[in-house]
C-alpha cells in the first residue's frame, strides 16, 4: 500500500493513470476515496449495504468517464459529484423520492452553536437517517453539497418552491432531534 | 450571505466524513473491474491492438499464400508428372521403345538416303524393311533379270510398299515426339524433332526416284549410269546403246526407244 501511495504523489499523476486504465491507480483510488464516497451515498441512502453498491457502481462510471475529466476544477468536487449523481439516480429508480409535505411544523429553537462540539458525526449520521426521503435529499443537495434550489429542481425534476419548503421542514427536524439529543447528554 | 446554523454544523461535520467499507464491497469492487476487462473487446483496448491482430492476420494469408504459390506450382509438375505417369508403363516404354526404333531407323534411312550406292554394303546388312533405298531397289534389278513388265510389277510393289512403309513410320515418331515434349525436354527428343523434315525430303526424293525407275521400265545395269544425274536418265541410256553399237556390242533399242530396223521394215513393208 506503501508503494502504492509513492507512486501517485498527486491528483494529476492518478488522473493520468486512472486514464490509461492502470489497475494500481484503480486501487489506489479505491483505498483513496472509498471511505469518503461511501459516506455521501450512506447520507442518501441510509442503507449500508446499497450505499456500497451505488460508491461502487459510481467508482465505474468515474473510469468510464475520466477521459471527459479536463483538469477543470477538482478531480475529487468532479468524482464526488458523479457519485451524488449515481445516488440520486438509484433513489430515482427505486421512487424512494417522496416529497412530505404534510411534515409537522417545529417551532422550537435550539441554539446549535451551543452544542455541536458535543456532537460528533455519527451522531449527525443517525439524524439524517431519520429525515424523510424528501427532506434528507434536498437538505444534502443544498447544506451540504452546496447545490441551488434550481439545480436542486432541476436535478429531482420538482419546483424550487418545492425544495425551498422541503429544505426548511428538514432545518427544524434536524433542530428538534439536536435539542433531544443536547437534552439527553445534559442529563447523562 | 450566512449559512443556516444546522447546515453549517451538518456541512462541516459530515462534509469529510468517511466510512469504512466492508471487505466485501472491495472484492464486488474487483470483480466489477474484472467483469468490466472481459466486456471490453480487444478492440476496444486500442488501436495497437487492434492493428497489431490485423496485421498478423494479413501475415498469415500472406504466408499461406507464397505458401500455395510453390505447391501450384508442384501440383502442376506433378499433374504433368501424373499425366505422363498415368500412361501405362509399359506403353510408355513402348513409346519410348518406339522412339529409338524410329530414330534408329529415320537415321538409317537418311544415311542411306545421303550414302546412296557408296553404302551398298550397309544398306544391305540392314534387316530392317526400312532399308528400301533406290541403291538396293537398284540391286535387285540389276541382279534379276526378268521381262521389262514383270520387272516394272515389281518396281511398283516395291515402290507402293516404300511408299507406305514410311509414311507409318513417320506417324509414329511423329506421336511419340509429341508425347515426349510434353513429358520432358530432352536432347535427344530435340534431335529426333530436327529429323523429322529431313527425312521428309529423303523419302519424297526416293518416292520419286523409284516412281521415275518404274515409269520407264529402264533396266539399267551400269553403275555409271546410276552415278548420273536422275534428269539425264534416258540420254545417258541412248547414249550407253550407242556406245555399245559404236563398240560393236549388242545394242539394246528399247532402251532407246525407237528400233531403227523395225522401222526399215515398215519402210520397205509400205
Known sequence: MVRILQLFTNEGQLVKALQKGDPKAQRYFYEKYSARMLAVCVRY?????????????GFMKVFERINQY??????????????????????????????????????????????????????????????????????????????????IADQLGINESTSKSQLHRARTLLQQMISEVEGLKWKV | MKKHPVDELFSRKLRDAEITPRDEAFQKFQQRLKAKERRIGWWQKGLWLAAAGVSLLLIVEGGWWLSQQPNEINTLALSNRSSTNGIAPSSHQTSEQKVADATNELTSLENNAQVGVGSRTKSEATTSSSATTPSKHHVKLKDAIQPLVQETQIAQVEVTTTASEPQIKIEEPTKTVVLTNAATAKPTEKTVVLQLPELEKTLVVVNESQTTVAATNSSMTDNDVLNKPRKSTRMAKVWQQLKNAKNGEKVDWDEVGFNPNKLVTKAIGK
Open chain 1, 45 to 57: 441512502l441510509n442503507n449500508h449495504m446499497e450505499a456500497e453498491d451505488v460508491m461502487i457502481e
Open chain 1, 70 to 151: 479536463k483538469g477543470e476544477g477538482s478531480f475529487e468536487g468532479w468524482m464526488h459529484r458523479l457519485i451524488t449523481n449515481e445516488a440520486l439516480m438509484r433513489l430515482r429508480t427505486r421512487r424512494h423520492i417522496e416529497m412530505d409535505i404534510d411534515a409537522p411544523e417545529i417551532h422550537q429553537h435550539v441554539h446549535v452553536e451551543s452544542v455541536e462540539h458535543r456532537l460528533e458525526a455519527d451522531d449527525l449520521m443517525v439524524m439524517l437517517a431519520k429525515l424523510p426521503t424528501g427532506y434528507r435529499t434536498v437538505f444534502n443537495l443544498y447544506a451540504i453539497e452546496g447545490y441551488s434550489h434550481a439545480e
